[in-house]
């Protein structure tokens, strides 16, 4: 005899099976704002996330590749791998799904917790809000808190993680005393903070810098602002995607870069390893295509070739030259003069064409006299080595001491500006213009 299932029981079984199949899809749902009474909760099967007005930035909690860690991050919301550009709880990763994004109503605080309500990170606010507060993600990847009066309380962008995107600033702020840095990743799958960072070093002229722990000590130097780019990155000048901005005043010092054109997806990412990588989205290729090169030349390494030198790369090949007036010491490998200096004797200056200036941290700088001003003024002060232009825009302006050695100058394939390197008037020969022939 053959039993039949009665139709009633096949359809609720059907059902059940449907119901389960459903509870194994990861579902999706997206916030506009976080408020006070509507966090943003981490779900096992349910993507709870954050987007920007137009949906190029998206926020929530994510797990890197080959790790159970929760972090809460922001990245690219249509892009696929997923390219993260800001973590909050680098150090203090989630071990389940448990994590909660809050914002406190009272003091305009973001803050994570866990399962068991413990405050695992948190941010600060500007001040006190007097009227309800909200957190939202910008279509810039900026991730702020705001007031009632759409006052900034806080935002992801004065706390830069290991990328630089357009409009995010790098460089301090002297009322509030807050320094903007990035600082690289451990390694490439995990964010906890690695050994370099790159921001403003604002001794003397102000100029670009990355640095690497315990000591600080500087690995590269893109250089200071000379009016139209960073002097050791004259690519910036024709660029055709970017504009890029050197503020110094008595409030603050910040590098920026802008996009010329909305749609252009850019970032500039600090890797693990280091140095700084540029990236351009390409919608044909689908992938992220480096602007810049993925990596230094010899002569890019803070003070490769020691003191008073200029490192060249010409070709394939590097080679480091001791600079006018100066000659090799090959007991210590330094280059020392050879002839000292003597302001009474009447000493000139050696000219340099195409240069990335060497390191500011120890000069000095005026925005108003001229350059025949600015020779006439080094030679005036016996400690004074070198001058050049401080701003070479226009007709050009300003002017630049250096003191004692000079440290971490090169020869550019293009770009480039002129040096004035005091010598001895007996070792005078003229200008040095060098050009730079690819193999």
Not at 374 to 384: A, I, R, T, V
Request: charged residues 20%; proline residues 5%.
């Amino acid at each position: 005899m053959i039993e039949t299932v009665p139709k009633s029981m096949g359809s609720f079984e059907m059902l059940g099976v449907c119901l389960l199949f459903l509870s194994l899809i990861t579902m999706s749902s997206t916030l506009e704002m976080i408020t006070p009474t509507q966090p943003l909760r981490d779900r096992m099967n349910e993507n709870v996330t954050l987007v920007s007005t137009n949906g190029t930035f998206e926020a929530g909690f994510f797990s890197l590749e080959n790790s159970s860690n929760r972090y809460l991050g922001i990245w690219y919301k249509n892009i696929s791998p997923r390219t993260v550009v800001w973590v909050a709880n680098k150090e203090t990763p989630l071990q389940d799904h448990s994590g909660v994004l809050e914002v406190d109503s009272d003091q305009g605080f973001l803050s994570i917790k866990d399962g068991t309500g413990s405050k695992i990170w948190s941010s600060n606010a500007s001040h006190t809000p007097g009227k309800p507060v909200a957190a939202e993600l910008l279509e810039s990847g900026n991730m702020v808190v705001k007031d009632g009066d759409n006052n900034f309380l806080w935002q992801s962008f004065d706390y830069p993680d290991d990328t630089l995107l357009p409009g995010m600033k790098i460089g301090m702020n002297f009322k509030t005393g807050h320094h903007r840095a990035l600082r690289s990743w451990k390694s490439l799958h995990d964010p906890t903070p690695g050994d370099f960072a790159f921001g403003v070093d604002n001794r003397g002229l102000p100029q670009l810098v990355i640095t690497k722990e315990p000591s600080d000590y500087v690995v590269y130097r893109p250089g200071s602002w000379n009016g139209l780019s960073i002097t050791g990155l004259p690519g910036e000048i024709t660029d055709p995607l970017i504009k890029t901005l050197f503020v110094m005043n008595e409030d603050e010092i910040f590098y920026e870069i802008l996009l010329l054109n909305s749609s252009t997806k850019l970032r500039s990412r600090l890797v693990p390893e280091g140095y700084q990588l540029r990236l351009i989205w390409s919608d044909q290729s689908k992938s992220w295509v480096a602007q810049y090169p993925g990596s230094f030349d010899e002569c890019e390494r803070y003070g490769m070739c020691g003191a008073n030198t200029i490192c060249n790369v010409s070709g394939a090949h590097q080679h480091c030259e001791c600079l006018s007036g100066f000659q090799s010491n090959f007991a210590d490998s330094t280059c020392d003069r050879t002839t000292p200096l003597d302001c009474s004797k009447g000493d000139k200056f050696q000219k340099y064409g195409g240069m990335k200036l060497p390191d500011t941290s120890s000069s000095w700088y005026d925005k108003n006299i001229s350059l025949q001003e600015c020779e006439k003024l080094c030679l005036s002060n016996c400690s004074c080595t070198a001058y050049a232009q401080l701003n070479i825009s226009l007709k050009g302006s300003g002017c630049l001491h250096w003191f004692h050695d000079i440290v971490d100058s090169r020869i550019l394939a293009q770009g480039g500006q002129d040096f004035y390197l005091r010598i001895t008037a007996s070792k005078f020969q003229g200008t040095f213009h060098f050009t730079i022939h690819s193999e």
